[in-house]
C-alpha cells in the first residue's frame, strides 16, 4: 500500500503532520478516505496507551527512589517493587493488546472496503500470513 511513501518513509514521516505510529495511521486514513476513530476513545486510546508503555520501555531513563524497609537482621530485605510492575500490570497489558487487535481489525476492514483491497491478506489482520510469520496469532 502506497509504496511511493514507504520507499522514503523516513523523510515522508519525519514531517511534523505524519510523524510516527500517529502519523502512519493518518496517512493511511487519508488514502482510504476514512475518519480515525477519536484517540481519546477505545479501541484507539488503548493503541495509544500501548504506544506510550512501549516507549517508556524502549526508552527508558533513570529515575532515582529512595526506598526504605525494616526488616530481621537475619533476613534480606526485599526488593522494592519496580515501576514496570506499577505501571504495566498484566491485566492491563493484555487489556491494551486486546484494544490494539480491535483497531487493527477496524483498520483491516476499512482497507478491504477501499481501492487497496489487494493490500489485505485474509479476513483477519493477525492471522494468514501475517499471524504465520508471527507465530502467536489466535482468533479472538
Not at 482510504?32 to 488503548?46: A, E, F, K, N, Y
Not at 526485599?78 to 487487535?101: C, D, H, M, S
Amino acid at each position: 500500500m502506497l509504496p511511493h511513501i514507504w520507499e522514503e518513509e523516513r523523510t515522508f514521516f519525519s514531517q511534523p503532520d505524519y510523524r510516527g505510529t500517529a502519523g502512519k495511521l493518518k496517512r493511511i486514513a487519508e488514502e482510504i478516505h476514512w475518519t480515525l476513530p477519536r484517540r481519546d476513545r477505545q479501541p484507539l486510546s488503548g493503541v495509544v496507551e500501548l504506544q506510550a508503555l512501549r516507549d517508556k520501555l524502549v526508552h527508558a531513563r533513570l529515575h532515582r527512589v529512595d526506598w526504605e524497609h525494616t526488616h530481621r537482621a537475619d533476613q534480606l530485605p526485599p526488593f522494592p517493587r519496580g515501576w514496570l510492575q506499577a505501571e504495566a500490570p498484566t491485566k492491563k497489558v493484555v487489556r491494551l493488546i486486546a484494544r490494539t487487535e480491535e483497531f487493527a481489525v477496524l483498520l483491516h476492514n476499512e482497507i478491504r472496503r477501499s481501492p487497496f483491497s489487494a493490500c489485505v491478506l485474509g479476513s483477519h489482520p493477525l492471522l494468514g500470513m501475517l499471524g504465520f510469520g508471527s507465530h502467536e496469532a489466535r482468533a479472538a
